[in-house]
């Protein structure tokens, strides 16, 4: 097991990070959200934590695949890896220049040396069983059928009703089980700076004969990829910040109840029991579990908003080893 490192924090942050309910999703929007989870992160570093970030891509993986879908009589589309590495540029970007703002506003650009996004890949299975059932939603909503069965056939993309109503393409969401660059964020992150990395996943490769890479038709979980940077970082805490201030049993029916500190075991319990649908809660507490089992100090899930008391500990849910 790696030595863990009480003073490294590894922060995930939502699709909400970036474009929360209600907005259209303009430039003007992307930057002050941005700005929003910039000042989180550097009042953390301002207390002498060193940070890696990563954040989600559904709704920007989503846009790519719309405009390479409207303009494809002239533009040949690109594949979904190739998309999910656009979304690392545009969110890494938005992240990178809102933590250098936010540390010249506080006269901290001399202390601090910045940050910096990668362009990450992440190794997935190629006999993972995800391959056969798709489950992630990307791209627009269709309500005619005949579009859905002529789109199908096109393009062999695979389509699932949306709980939200409507279809929906579906992409496979492979388990992650390695970083590919992990030594390259270690180098940044012990030079100072703050580092940027598995953006929306990650972008999904399968590991070929004599160690080549090949990207793939996949969007990874944030969540379970950002855990496995984490765990191989050393990280001691691991932060999910999402749109919801912590992790409910029985959520949304009456008697909701969040939990506050909970032990890995507990949490597991809960977790076999059905509580955390998949694609929502249900890898967030799957990534928090993998964690402390694989050795780290602490996991906590809470509100982007109240992000600096979660990472404090005084703040969502908080899960321990016991
Ligand atoms: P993100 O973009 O941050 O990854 P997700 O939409 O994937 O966010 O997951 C957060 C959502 O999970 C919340 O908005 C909430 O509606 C939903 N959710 C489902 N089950 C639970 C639960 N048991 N406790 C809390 N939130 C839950
Ligand atoms: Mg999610």
Request: aromatic residues 8%.
């Amino acid at each position: 097991m790696v030595r863990r490192d009480e003073k490294l924090v590894f922060i995930a942050l939502g699709g909400n990070a970036f474009q929360s309910k209600g907005d259209r999703g303009t430039p003007e929007d992307y930057w002050r959200n941005a700005t929003a989870a910039a000042e989180t992160i550097v009042r953390i570093v301002e207390e002498g934590y060193r940070v890696a970030v990563t954040h989600g891509n559904g709704p920007q993986v989503g846009i790519i695949s719309e405009w390479m879908e409207g303009l494809k009589a002239r533009i040949p589309p690109q594949t979904l890896d190739i998309a999910g590495s656009m979304t690392q540029g545009w969110l890494g970007y938005l992240l990178v220049q809102a933590i250098h703002n936010t540390l010249a506003d506080r006269g901290l650009v001399d202390r601090v040396r910045g940050a910096v996004a990668l362009v990450n890949r992440v190794a997935v299975r190629e006999d993972d069983p995800a391959w056969q059932n798709p489950t992630k939603f990307i791209g627009a909503w269709y309500t005619d059928e005949a579009e859905v069965e002529r789109l199908s056939k096109e393009k062999g993309w695979v389509f699932k009703r949306d709980p939200r109503g409507g279809w929906r393409r579906v992409v496979p969401s492979p388990d992650p089980y390695r970083n590919v660059e992990v030594e390259a964020v270690k180098t940044l992150l012990s030079n100072g700076w703050i580092v940027v990395a598995s953006g929306g996943g990650g972008i999904p490769v399968v590991e070929k004969e004599r160690g080549k890479l090949v990207g793939c038709e996949a969007v990874i979980d944030k969540d379970l990829a950002g855990e496995v940077l984490a765990t191989a970082l050393g990280a001691g805490h691991f932060v999910i910040l999402t749109d919801v201030d912590g992790v409910y049993l029985d959520f949304g029916r009456d008697g909701a109840r969040r939990l506050e500190r909970v032990s890995v075991d507990e949490l597991e319990q809960y977790y076999r029991e059905g509580h955390f649908p998949p694609g929502s809660m249900g890898p967030k507490v799957l990534a928090s579990i993998r964690f402390i089992r694989h050795g780290g100090l602490r996991a906590a899930i809470g509100h982007l908003r109240e992000g600096y008391d979660v990472v404090r500990g005084v703040g969502g849910t908080q899960v321990f080893p016991r």
